[in-house]
């Protein structure tokens, strides 16, 4: 199968074994961006021309959804020919700035500087993720040497890279162990969240995470919210080192829970390892597991909010 056909991106499939892991991940992180960007709709891809144009078709996004929140879902704005501080500079000030999430890719040979920004639907969006890492948290308590300061949400903040062009990228809920500090402390873990919109762009947020952290991000969580009827879909995506740089990134784990409760497939769990969420390792330490049971009391709840 080529790299394009199973979507990881056509620019993969010419990448030679021999190149470093530094060159493939500056190739890749660009496909990934390219790739989501192909999958935003014509009429949401916009060219920058100034900060108040911008906000303009921002608060117009904002303003359609509040009219239609029976039908609300993530939406995703593809921004071509902006710097990072021209995106920075459009959004800043706006009173609706903390439901938007940035992601840049900038100028890189044939590929022009652009930004998707994404429009955050509603409280099921953030419920999920802050859930999520509260659920985490109470089980990281429970293993013996840890409290509740063994790990910090890094929330919403922007990590960047630099190298064949700056990009950077801002995800919903960010989880970083205690020995991690400072502004360049990359999360262990990344939990992105989408509602009702396409599940390959919510892959893709997961592959810039493992492809542009440089190891760091050990795994990104990903829960795809659906609505008439209600549905919750997760997987768990890691990096897979390979003697084939272009197989990287996976879904480790999936699983789906309907209106109902119902975990599919039948006594599925997720396990997050112990060496995923901590750098300083433990070998007695106990691995993270949710049952089938607590996943589907987890969709329960999300649904309840919708």
């Avoid at 992601?103 to 859930?131: C, D, K, M």
């Avoid at 990134?249 to 112990?274: C, K, L, W």
Wanted: aromatic share 6%; net charge neutral; charged share 20%.
């Amino acid at each position: 199968m080529s790299a394009a056909a199973d979507g990881r991106g056509e620019l993969l499939s010419d990448i030679p074994s021999a190149q470093t892991k530094t060159h493939v991940s500056t190739i890749a992180g660009t496909s990934v961006f390219r790739d989501a960007a192909a999958l935003i709709e014509e009429n949401d891809r916009i060219t920058f021309t100034t900060t108040r144009q911008l906000r303009k078709r921002l608060r117009k996004v904002v303003k359609e959804m509040d009219m239609t929140k029976a039908h609300r879902k993530t939406h995703r704005l593809l921004v071509q020919g902006a710097t990072e501080q021209a995106i920075d500079g459009s959004i800043a000030m706006i009173p609706f700035r903390r439901i938007l999430r940035v992601w840049y890719e900038g100028h890189n040979g044939a590929f022009p500087a652009a930004a998707i920004i994404t429009i955050l639907p509603g409280i099921a969006h953030e419920f999920v993720s802050r859930q999520l890492f509260t659920n985490i948290l109470v089980k990281v308590m429970a293993i013996a040497g840890h409290d509740s300061e063994s790990i910090c949400s890094t929330g919403s903040t922007r990590f960047g890279v630099a190298g064949g062009g700056r990009r950077s990228k801002e995800g919903d809920e960010g989880i970083r162990c205690s020995t991690r500090t400072g502004p360049d402390g990359w999360p262990n873990i990344m939990i992105e969240v989408g509602y009702s919109e396409p599940l390959r762009m919510l892959q893709m947020d997961a592959k810039w995470w493992l492809l542009n952290s440089g190891g760091r991000t050990k795994m990104v969580i990903i829960a795809l919210i659906g609505t008439n009827p209600n549905k919750l879909h997760i997987e768990i995506w890691e990096d897979k080192p390979n003697s084939n740089p272009r197989i990287r990134t996976e879904a480790t784990n999936t699983v789906d829970i309907d209106e109902s409760g119902v975990v599919s497939p039948p006594s599925a769990a997720i396990t997050i390892p112990y060496y995923s969420l901590f750098d300083v390792q433990n070998p007695n330490a106990m691995d993270i597991t949710f049952t089938t049971a607590e996943l589907a009391d987890f969709a329960l709840k999300i649904f309840a909010h919708i």
